[in-house]
Each structure stands twice: as C-alpha cells, then as structure tokens.
C-alpha cells in the first residue's frame, strides 16, 4: 500500500499562492503516476492535475491551466503543486492520489491510493 499526506492547505487571498505537497510513502514512489483532485462543497471532485512516473509529461484541468504548475522529486516521494493567481473559485479540499496501472490519468477512478485532503481557501 502507499500512504500518501497533503500538506500546505491554508487561506490567501485572490491573486495570491500556494504550495501543495504530498508526501509518499510505503511503496516505490516512482512505481505510481500521481495526481491532484479538489471537491468544493456541494460540487463533484474536479480533476487538477496529474503527472507521469517519470514527470515529463503532466495534464492539468481547464479551470487550472496556465496557474498551476505539478511537479515531482522521486528522491524525497513527494509531489508538489504551485498554485498561483489563485481564485475565489479554487476553494476546496484538496486531494492527492496515486496509481500504478496507468500512465497519466484525469478520472479519478483510475487512482488507487488518496490523501485525506488539505484545505485550501481563497478570500475575494
């Protein structure tokens, strides 16, 4: 099993930015393709971002591109997305999950392990 813990959830305001990390741990981190998802309240788990084992290839959400910014260090297990220009309207919990049997994934039903989520709130 992998266990995977979000950190760097908090409150900012519009404009500003943040740093999510997930931090890995239990099984070869590079076996796994990682991706970022977030549920706002009263909506549906959105795709954020995702990127592949060896990092060179990530997607990322419609709502996102161009904000944000996932990247990957194999040597410390940990995954991290920038988030900048940040908007009222990407207040959610966030969540990061791994899997291993595809190669880079936007549907959250492909991810075997998930986080338990870090707040992230963004005041007008």
């Known amino acids: 099993q992998v266990q995977l813990v979000e950190s760097g959830g908090g409150l900012v305001q519009a404009g500003g930015s943040l740093t999510l990390s997930c931090a890995a741990s239990?099984?070869?981190?590079?076996?796994?393709?990682m991706g970022w998802f977030r549920q706002a309240p009263g909506k549906e788990r959105e795709f954020v971002a995702a990127?592949?084992?060896?990092?060179?290839?990530?997607i990322y959400g419609d709502s996102v591109k161009g904000r944000f910014t996932l990247s990957r260090d194999n040597a410390k297990n940990t995954v991290y997305l920038l988030m900048n220009s940040l908007k009222p309207e990407d207040t959610a919990v966030y969540y990061c999950?791994?899997?291993?049997?595809?190669?880079?994934?936007?549907?959250?039903?492909?991810?075997?392990?998930w986080g338990q989520g870090t707040q992230v709130t963004v005041s007008p």
């Open positions: 990127i592949t084992r060896s990092g060179l290839i990530r």
């Open positions: 239990g099984r070869t981190f590079s076996n796994y393709a």
């Open positions: 999950a791994a899997g291993e049997r595809m190669t880079v994934s936007r549907y959250d039903y492909e991810y075997d392990y």
